[in-house]
């Protein structure tokens, strides 16, 4: 027995037996006593609660939503409203950062203090405070009576409203298909080798593109507006309360605004680290062809920081959509919102927790991909310089 | 001819501004924007902030709602409540010299002389030792109190202080642990770390405070407080651990087989030769992993924690200074500001000394 343990390889598979063995019987003792505390309240194991109806009430939600619906579709919801807020959080914060990110690495020293002092806030103060704080802000706006107004818009503390098309559902999502390709279509075309026109070539093809796609996107609106109304919907006060447009709730604001500032003033640095990261004499080549700055920026220097910037970016975006978790603090029926009400009310604590870390493993994974996947698109190849 | 020589001060000090700031139009254009928003950024705030504003109680609420500016009355009301939450008001002194002891404790281990790891073992034990004995009291006579009336930024600093003190040498056996040649324990190491890295604090802290006591036997579950702690404690440790990672592929190979020559066992490559060096290699990283996990203590006021956010919170909800939020949260926000930017700041002085960071 102790000339066994003496042998290297016999000791190394015992190793591993105890540690992983440990740890599984860790977690399956975890398992096991939860279970017997969960069935001693009479709560049964499995994911039969999914079916059953919930009989609660959201406060946004992008699927149509009652409260006879089941659990699985709440989770539905949950975690669209995560993405929804992730993805206008995201788009949010990288504007800012974009504009802050340029200031800094910009060659004006009055610009570049204005964005180190914007990062040198906004980064060192909590997230959550900073959601607390523009929820207390938002829900201190004068009531509906007494609402700020500006082009249609109005601003109150039971939220944003905005004037909204009379447009039925399918319609709009593809209209706002056909606008996103509005904005993919001309990069594609200036792209792609299947045109026998010379890249320098193709404005004229890729503003085409551009119009065309805008067009359909105006004419799916005008076919697809509901009868008898107004093409645009104003809210307009009716008694005590507003009524019509498009309702964006204190919670949504609040988060969005505190995604866009405080992950901004990340976003920021790492545009400016990828800016920092390109070559002076990559800049410097393409003066002495008698570039315009202008055209040295898009043509040389952003596409160089962009290939710098994206796998740091790609963690970012991890982080923000994690941090739309804190919807919790005031009440936005997030993902992890819908997971901790399912543990209150039906008592599936393993369940949800499953659920809730399978929903993000998948969010974290797939984002992951999708970033690998255009960093290996735009990669450099072949010898490349660096410096 | 001797005059040319001779040029007066002052063209020159607009010619400086000239060239740093109107070089071109484009360069005029954007300075003159620039000093525009920072002129009207920096009026609205000093006027908010210090012409306008209300500093003393004696007027009290009312006097605050009919000034234009900031009602800093709300914090000489109600500091106590915020720094120090529900702690026993005639105990607050032991609550104040706790913090005192934690800063004290940072700033200790941020001096290159405690850099050993038996150094800053000891700073570290010893300053949470005395925070947790003036907080707890019942011996030396101070009074017991129990950690549910702990709050404010005292518990703020507990919460850090620990996280860090069990996180870090967590983080360092993950880091081992993943680097390890048997596949099964660095694949299984990888796993954990990868899974909780994947989750939101939130969700972890949630997890440990509610969830946990039911898969717990009875007498292994603790108070929620220290739950919470060992749930952000895990979370750090799995970040924390591919910083240190990272740090132990940076040292040279040859470093570990001139070890292995010399006949050194495993323990005193590891302590003496890799880990030395690889945290000089992560230093930068670390310091910044402390000061996002300060700024993610804030995180726990979601499980219900009296910390210094939720009782800023308690600190404006009552009926007479419910008006004041701004100012409540943007006298936190200073608070979490001066921890944060001098941590941040010391350790961009640090790359700067060890100019580890660009290479």
Redesign the interface.
Known sequence: MVSLLRNQRVR?VL??VL??GS?VALVLA??M??RR??AEQGITSGFDFLYKSTGWDVNFSLLPVTANDPYWWFFLIGIVNTLFLGSVGLLLATVVGTIVGL?RT??????R??GRTYV??F???????QV??WY??IT?LPTPRAAHEAWGMLLTSRGLYLPAPNVGGVAMALAILSVIAAVVLPVWLGRTSRLSQPVGERRTIQLAGMATALACAVLILIVGRLPDAPLLDFPALQGLNLRGGLRIPPEFSALAVAIAIYGGSYIAEIVRGGFKAVGKGQVEAALSLGLSPWRVFTLVKLPLALRAMLPILANQY?WLI??T??G??VGFTDF?MI??LT?NHSGQ??EA?GI??AG??TI??SLAAVFNRINKAIALKGNQLRG | MEMVFVAPPAPRRIEDLKRRFFATPVQALLSLISLAVMVFLAWKLLNWAIFSAVFTTSGGPEACQAAAGACWSVIAARWRIILFGLYPFEEQWRSALACVAVVVMTVLSCMPAFWTGRRIALVWGAGTALYYMLMKGGVLGLAYVGEEAWGGLALTLFIFVTTCLIGFPLAICLALLRRSELPWISRTTGIIIDSVRSLPLISILFTFAIVLPFALPQWLAGDKLYRVILGSALFFSAYQAEIVRGGLQGVPNGQEEAAMALGMSYWQRIGRILLPQAMRNALPATINQFVISFKETSLVVIVGFFEILASGNAAYGTGEWRFAYVEVYAFIAFIYFVFVFSLSRYGAFLERRMSVGER
């Open positions: 190394n190793l591993q540690y992983v740890l975890g398992v006593i939860a505390n969960l200031a910009s060659s004006n020293e009055l610009a203090l204005l040198d806030v980064r060192n103060i909590p997230l959550i405070l607390f704080f207390a802000i201190h991890v994690k941090a978790t804190m919790i603090a992890f997971v901790a543990i604590t393993l927790i809730l870390m993000f493993l974290n994974l």
